[in-house]
């Protein structure tokens, strides 16, 4: 035997012949792509360097200063918008110091917008007082992320009781929520138009028949993570036919006859669906499948003209064909994640691209289906350098994630970013084959890309039992 690194050397060699031996023995004509792609070669002889990022605007450095120095604002914060106060709400949430002690700030009889993105480290009582300060005719908007056993049902009776005018209501992780709060706060909010209840895990079908009845008025729904609701259950959001924002990420309960009954009642209007599963984490006795496959695909592109962000991530039961359904009916567009969808190969990629030319953001992160070979160990790759190839035909596309696509080349990777010149961000994380040839040699400066550093001028040196390789 000559060795591990003579065998592999001897088997990349011959993959390629292998794999034509392979074709033809199976009746199949191999398609071999060119392109005239030749690198940008540096006047300097130096190396690229990594395009800088955006300068901040005076608005957000004078928020970053005020959260910096919050405990310095004890007499209050003034005038400011409400979006402003948000704003800086946001970056305390960040910092992990949005704090008993400044919630005054931001609670007032004035207060139009409440934004606490982080209330983990806001006890119950807290929270109650400040809702007592701010609750009211004035209060339009309430924003509660990981509120957990700070939300209870009474506190959310009594504050959409004497706050009427709430149009907007977010609430993330409350799990002392229950379907009598959610009943209530539906009917003390009659313009309810945004509604967030994502990891809310004690909700049942009888909230989701409370929601229903704002059929009049909600145009934005986020269930995200909420696994306990059945199919029977999510089928009740067909009855809201102003609905423009689904979100189920996470939801067990969605199948292709959920997603039928949904479609047939608020489709035409819909403009952004969110389907995504949630894999198997191994830890569970049954495991778990996702519901959505083709059919949810078909129905989807028959029934929601007006579609422009679908996210599908992890969702690896659907194949080409419901991709091209999908490219055919919806051609508007602008946002499509894909990101481990194992069955997708270049065919339903060619259709995409040839059909949904308002395209401005594509993720298919760790897309496709890889091949090994027994006998050879050649890979053979489901997305290549022909989905490449077909996005040079999207003329709006802004943002493109291709991590962990290992079938593409320097060459054709090359030729898509000189050609887009609307490309703003590019993510190739994992893809180890991507070499200096594309990172040094594209001419597009424009693009911002991540997942691949730019090689700097220095010497590795290992150290390995008094031996030393540079």
Known sequence: WPGPWSTASDVYAKRGALKEARNAGAGVTAVTLTSSWVPRTRQDGGQRVARARGVKTLQSMCVEMIAEHIDACKEGLGNILPEIRAQICDELGRSRRLLPDVLPLFTDCETSVL??????????EQLQTAFDRCQGPLLEVLNLLFCGRAMSD?????????????????????????????????????????????????????????????????ESLGLRKCPQLQSDALALLEGLPLLRKLSLEGSQGVSDET???????CGATLEDL????????????????????????????????????????????????????????CRFLTELDLTRCKVLSDDGMEELAAHCKHLERLCINAAGDMDVDEESGASTHSITDRTLRALGGCPKLKHLDLSWCRGISDEFLGELVDKTDTL????????????????????????????????????????????TCE
């Open 115 to 124: 934004s606490l993105p982080d209330c983990s480290y806001i006890p119950m």
């Open 154 to 218: 009474r506190m959310l009776e009594g504050v959409c009781d004497a706050s009427g005018n709430i149009h907007t209501l977010q609430l993330g992780g409350c799990y002392l929520l229950t379907d009598r709060g959610i009943a209530a706060a539906v009917k003390a909010l009659p313009r309810l138009r945004i509604l967030d209840l994502s990891s809310c895990t004690k909700l049942s079908e009888s909230s989701l028949r409370s929601i229903a009845g704002l059929a009049g008025t909600l």
């Open 259 to 265: 997603v039928r009954r949904i479609v047939k009642g």
């Open 274 to 329: 969110d389907l995504s599963h949630l894999p198997d984490s191994g830890f569970t006795t049954v495991p778990k499948v996702c519901g959505v496959t083709d059919e949810s695909l078909i129905a989807i592109a028959a029934g929601c003209p007006k579609l422009k962000r679908l996210v599908l991530r992890n969702v690896n039961t659907i194949s080409d064909e419901g991709l091209q359904a999908l490219a055919g009916g």
């Open 424 to 467: 703003e961000t590019l993510s190739i994380r994992g893809c180890a084959q991507i070499t200096d040839i594309f990172l040094e040699g594209h001419s597009n400066d424009a693009v911002q890309i991540t997942g691949c550093k730019l090689k700097q001028p220095h010497t590795l040196a290992i150290h390995i039992r008094g031996w």
